[in-house]
């Protein structure tokens, strides 16, 4: 761990910035970071990168069924998942956090299965794509409604904070999903109980057509923060280093008893909501191809090769590292074949009900429950 | 007449009734410049402006819970939620404000709106964007819930529903939003009554009662049969609260068998009570016990979409149990 070095003030107007577009140091303290630390955020962000193309891929093939591509926000991701401890703090991220979840350790086939829902999935085939989950890593399972996840993230650090180990929880979540009751209650419990957790909002400015000022009439996220008597964060998105310190300060501050934060990063979605969506009907490409200028993993690797940290043979062999990967794990989770037929009746209860039996063995009667499931 | 899809209907009808009545007014999350996630308020943005089709924050209980009151002072809101697998967060507003406001009032005060649930599976969306949540609402008394599927029966009963005195949960088959064009009529007073079933095909040896999204399956189910030599009478309910008992009880009194298909899951479901109110009212002219085919005790699957459907199979089988019975 790197030590308490540098304090960020909550609520500050300009969002933290430690790099800038032109790969620049900016930060008001000197650089401390360990260089394979930062190297190792900057292959996370490519190998986000390179997962969202090859699931935009594959769904034009039909080999997935739905993407709720990423690019964008993988600053944002990779800079706060260095900031916990994975497999001891708790994580319930949202739909679009694919780069969260690998960046915490998921492994990628694991990642690539639930795309596929092959038999290669430990969730059994049940969610749809883009609903990533690992009890080993502590990653709470995605729910498909929007904040519906932010009060069990409080009741997790309420627990958290009775087990008394300083362990934290980070949850994250659009614009958007601040404007539901849930989100409200969740803040405002986390707030009453000081609970060790941290409220991270991806802040893309838009909740699929709906842009942020149609959405709330307070001038961003982390405001709201004041109401729920807690700091409230504004952090560049596209700035990974910038992402991971003011995380790192809120995940702290969490361990040492003092409450919740929320931080908001300002970022963008590249593409359309998912695959099913139609961008040019709501924004202007202009402002698409403004926010693309500013790339997150653009960024980084000006800043390393600006130390001296990375260069073009760097670049080509991770380029053909993570391919590889890519292409082993596609092949592994393709070759575990579909789910049957009869797992559409397990993890119901703990035991099936004596209704659920029977409506079982009914179908089985007709169908064969070993069949390749569709 | 133009031949039309049922997303298309929808926006139609909420066209027309926008011109007809200016207290009519559009509300969810997309439904402006979006035009819906489905295209189901397409173009209305654009023609009606944004103090009537209004983008709302992402808040189920808001966009309920302020049809609610936009109604009691006086205005018809067509509320759209975006997935009907979306509704908890605003359940409460459905069924704590608007499903008893009539009654706690005494008939003061009164919420006329319309709440759209696009609904139903086999569109590979796992157990939260396939769900058919109907037997909630029609175990709450003060709502009346409607589940047409057909553009025809979308055009009349969206109409209703508009111009009715009470809350109308308007559930959408999504899984036919495209997949069936019909000839609409132009007439802007094409009403379909709520509460008023419809016979899709005449037969003698089995009744299929089905509603929404499983009609398509129920009717091609009825085809198959027809190949057999086996003619099934098809009743499509098109409302279940209130539904008609009375067409169902006289039909399925003439033919003495019948079979009950809906994709929801089965314990507790409409059709139990269908079945249960036709065992009641009509045991002594049937041939064999009302058999249902639904959906299973389960969250709706991811990889199992199509497999959870009440499909044709399922439905030849059962009513292979009823005429062997
Ligand atoms: C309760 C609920 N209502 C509606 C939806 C449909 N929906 C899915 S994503 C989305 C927009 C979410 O926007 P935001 O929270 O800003 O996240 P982003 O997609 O921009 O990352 C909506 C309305 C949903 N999933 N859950």
């Known amino acids: 761990m790197i030590g308490k070095t540098q304090r960020f003030e909550p609520f500050a107007e300009a969002p933290v910035r430690v790099i800038d577009e032109a790969g620049q140091w900016i930060a008001p303290f000197a650089y401390n970071l360990d260089d394979d630390f930062v190297r190792g955020m900057y292959r996370d962000l490519v190998r986000a990168r390179r997962l969202d193309e090859r699931l935009s891929t594959l769904q034009r093939q039909g080999k997935v069924s739905f993407v709720a591509s990423a690019a964008g926000h993988e600053g944002a991701q990779v800079g706060m998942a260095r900031a916990i401890e994975p497999g001891r703090d708790w994580l319930y991220p949202y739909y679009r956090d694919l780069p969260l979840a690998l960046a915490v350790g998921w492994p990628l086939a694991e990642a690539i299965a639930q795309q596929m829902a092959t038999r290669a999935d430990p969730a059994r085939g049940r969610q749809m794509p883009a609903h990533p989950g690992s009890a080993a890593l502590n990653l709470f399972t995605v729910a498909s409604p929007i904040a519906s996840h932010v009060p069990p ?209 009914a179908l089985a009667a007709q169908r064969d429950l070993e069949e390749p499931a569709r | ?78 509320a759209e939620i975006q997935f009907a697998d979306y509704v908890f967060p ?12 009539r009654y706690r009032s005494g008939g003061a005060f ?68 495209r997949a069936i064009k019909e000839e609409v009529p132009d007439d802007p007073d094409h009403l379909v009554p709520i509460g008023q079933a419809v016979v899709r095909r005449a037969g003698d040896d089995v009744v299929l009662v089905s509603y929404g999204a499983s ?44 079979v009950v298909v809906s994709e929801a899951p089965r314990t507790g479901s409409f059709a139990s009570e269908v079945a249960a109110t036709i065992a009641e009212e009509a045991l002594d002219l049937l041939e064999a016990p009302p058999v249902r085919v639904t959906g299973f005790d389960t969250p709706y699957p991811y990889a199992q979409d199509r497999a959870y459907l009440p499909g044709p199979d399922r439905i030849l089988h059962a009513v292979q149990r009823v005429l062997d019975y």
């Not at chain 1, 990974?240 to 908001?264: I, K, M, N």
């Not at chain 2, 507003?93 to 406001?101: D, G, P, R, T």
């Not at chain 2, 553009?151 to 999504?174: I, Q, T, Y």
Request: glycine share 10%; with cysteine.
């Open chain 1, 153 to 361: 993230a409080v009741g997790t650090a309420i627990a958290q904070k009775l087990a008394g180990q300083g362990d934290v929880t980070l949850c994250t979540f659009g614009d958007g999903a601040t404007s539901e009751g849930d989100w409200h209650a969740a803040l405002n419990l986390a707030g009453a109980q000081g609970a060790p957790v941290v409220f991270f909002c991806e802040n893309n400015g838009y909740a699929i057509s709906v842009a942020f000022r149609h959405q709330s009439g307070s001038v961003d996220v982390a405001t709201k923060a004041h109401a729920y008597g807690m700091p409230g964060y504004r952090v560049d998105g596209m700035d990974a280093l910038a992402c991971y310190f003011v995380t790192r300060q809120a995940v702290e501050a969490a361990r040492d008893g003092l409450g919740p934060s929320l931080v908001e990063a300002f970022v963008y979605r590249y593409g359309a909501h998912s695959n099913a969506d139609d961008d040019a009907r709501y924004r202007p490409a202009d402002e698409v191809a403004a926010w693309r200028r500013r790339d997150p993993i653009g960024r980084m690797r000006r800043f390393l090769e600006g130390r001296g940290l990375w260069d073009d043979a760097a670049e080509a062999a991770l380029a053909a590292e993570l391919k590889a990967e890519l292409d082993a794990a596609v092949r592994a989770v393709e070759a575990a074949g579909p789910v049957p037929l009869g797992w559409m009746f397990d993890d119901v209860l703990a035991s099936p009900s004596l209704q659920l039996r029977k409506q079982r063995a």
């Open chain 2, 1 to 78: 007449m133009a031949v039309q899809t049922i997303v298309q209907t929808v926006a139609r009808t909420l066209a027309e009734e926008m011109a007809r009545d200016e207290r009519v007014v559009v509300l969810g999350e997309d439904v402006g410049k979006r035009g819906g996630v489905f295209l189901a308020t397409e173009g209305l943005f654009d023609r009606f402006g944004p103090d009537r089709v209004i983008d709302t924050p992402l808040a189920e209980a808001a966009i309920i819970g302020a049809a609610v009151g936009m109604a009691v002072h006086g205005l018809r809101p067509v």
């Open chain 2, 90 to 101: 605003g359940f409460d507003q459905l069924v704590s404000q608007a499903a008893k406001l």
């Open chain 2, 110 to 177: 009164t919420a006329p709106m319309v709440v759209r649930l696009p609904a139903g599976g086999g569109v590979a969306g796992g157990h939260h964007h396939s769900q058919n949540p109907e037997a909630h609402f029609v175990h709450t008394p003060g709502l009346q819930v409607v589940y047409p599927s057909t553009p025809n029966d979308v055009k009349g009963l969206l109409k209703s529903a508009v111009r009715g005195d009470d809350p109308v949960v308007f559930m959408e088959p999504k899984r036919l939003y």
């Open chain 2, 215 to 258: 009609m398509s399956e129920t009717l091609r189910a009825a085809d198959a049969l027809a190949e057999q030599g086996i003619s099934a009478e098809v009743i499509d309910l098109r409302s279940l609260l209130p539904w008609d008992e009375d067409l169902v009880l006289e039909r399925v009194a003439r033919v003495g068998r019948v």
